[in-house]
């Protein structure tokens, strides 16, 4: 299943974008919902609550008071922390039952009002923010919801800046618009992302992205933090590190729009053992490709050896954005070339323009079906990597 959070500012519109995912066929987890589920009368939660706040925290029916819970619970941090320590297990564990409970070809949608605030966007695997400019969504507050401006104002100024949000956000929906043009556009994110997105990772397909090359795009690092951001958490202590790389980590260089990424673990059977966790993820394996071609090294008659070169080569899922994930040992001759690489681009004008000419060149010779495409690309490109990678280890060398 492909697991998405939905997340947005006060009087954003985030309510109106659930409602479309739903009808579209998504299977929707709120966690405002799910919250007040679990404090309901009779429940475990509640108990836990009053003994710990007394019951002053009752309505007359029995029911939690929120205010009154809200001024003991949130007078000071241990007070705090306790409300969390008694409401965020259950919460967490009603989520997981919901979603295992979800089909296996779902997309689930999880409302979360503060994934930013929490740090949770990396459990996810797409977020999806609904933004507004803050004069819009107080409008709707004042004028729909009738909250008063003054706690309005206040209320969306202790959430997540818009710059925030942006961080975190694969797809940014502006719902500043009339109404129906966000339904608008959530449709056709369904029909031309979501569902394929899906399809992709039930069955273990990796996006793809064409041979021509595009303008450098200041947004590929933000996008690479992302994708990091997630693969730190699937490798956990696995990853040695985890680095941008190729050409869309060298700022205003031309490229082929996909993300390259390289995971550096410790020996190859630590990446055998994340390809599963990769998989569920979102990033699938490309199971034929087992080793990088081997440069030339002067004065090291071993330094074509196979076995020096290995690797494992995963992608992404989604097909809106395409990236290589590779694996690769720690201080392996690929591992050290990839980010010398990097560097050495980054730093030498020269380097990235002759660069830049063999691309061009290797983008003109791409042609027909996408397998020929990519033999024909990567026959001009990897000449040219074995002429500089001599060049381009020494340079690292001399500034070690």
């Known amino acids: 299943m492909l697991r998405i959070g939905l997340t947005g500012g006060m009087g954003a519109g985030k309510s109106t974008v659930a409602r479309t995912l739903v009808e579209l066929g998504a299977v929707l987890i709120d966690s405002d919902a799910i919250a007040r589920e679990v404090v309901a009368p009779g429940t475990p939660g509640l ?28 007078a000071d941090d241990e007070s705090r922390g306790t409300l969390n320590a008694i409401t965020h297990p259950l919460v967490g564990a009603r989520t ?31 977020v999806l923010v609904v933004g507004a400019d803050v004069e819009t969504r107080l409008r709707r507050l004042v004028d729909q ?23 975190v956000a694969d797809v940014w929906l502006d719902n500043n618009g009339a109404p129906g043009i966000v339904e608008a556009q959530v449709r056709a994110l369904w029909e031309q992302r979501l569902v394929p997105f899906e399809h992709n990772l039930r069955t273990g397909v990796r996006a793809t992205a064409d041979y021509r090359l595009v303008p450098a795009d200041p947004d590929w690092a933000v ?35 996909i993300i390259d990424i390289q995971v550096t673990v410790a020996d190859l059977g630590a990446a055998d053992a994340l390809a599963g966790a990769l998989a569920a993820a979102g990033f699938p394996a490309a199971p034929a490709v087992t080793h990088d071609n081997p440069k030339p090294t002067p004065g090291d008659p071993a330094g074509t050896d196979l076995a020096r070169w290995g690797k494992r080569l995963h992608g992404n899922a989604d097909p809106a954005r395409p990236a290589n994930i590779h694996l690769r040992v720690q201080d392996s001759p690929g591992q050290r070339f990839a980010i010398d690489l990097r560097d050495w681009l980054r730093a030498e004008e020269g380097a990235r323009t002759e660069y830049l000419a063999v691309k061009r060149a290797a983008e003109q010779a791409a042609g027909g079906s996408a397998e020929a495409a990519g033999e024909a690309y990567y026959a001009v490109k990897e000449p040219w990597f074995d ?14």
């Open 47 to 74: 108990a836990a609550l009053v003994e710990a706040f007394g019951p002053d925290i009752l309505a007359a029916d029995g029911s939690l008071n929120r205010p009154a819970l809200a001024a003991v619970a949130f």
């Open 96 to 126: 997981a039952e919901l979603i295992g409970d979800a089909p296996a070809d779902a997309v689930v949608v999880q409302d979360v009002p503060l994934l930013v605030e929490n740090g949770l966007a990396p459990l996810m695997q797409l």
């Open 145 to 167: 919801r009738g909250v008063d401006e003054a706690d309005a104002r206040a209320r969306i100024a202790a959430q997540a800046t818009d710059d925030q949000r942006h961080a």
């Open 223 to 257: 996008q690479a933090r992302r994708i990091i951001a997630r693969l730190h958490l699937v490798c956990g202590a696995s990853a040695v590190r985890i680095d941008h790389v190729g050409s869309t980590a060298v700022p205003g260089l031309p490229a082929k729009d």
């Open 387 to 400: 002429t500089v990678y001599p060049v381009v280890t020494e340079w690292a060398r001399a500034r070690a």
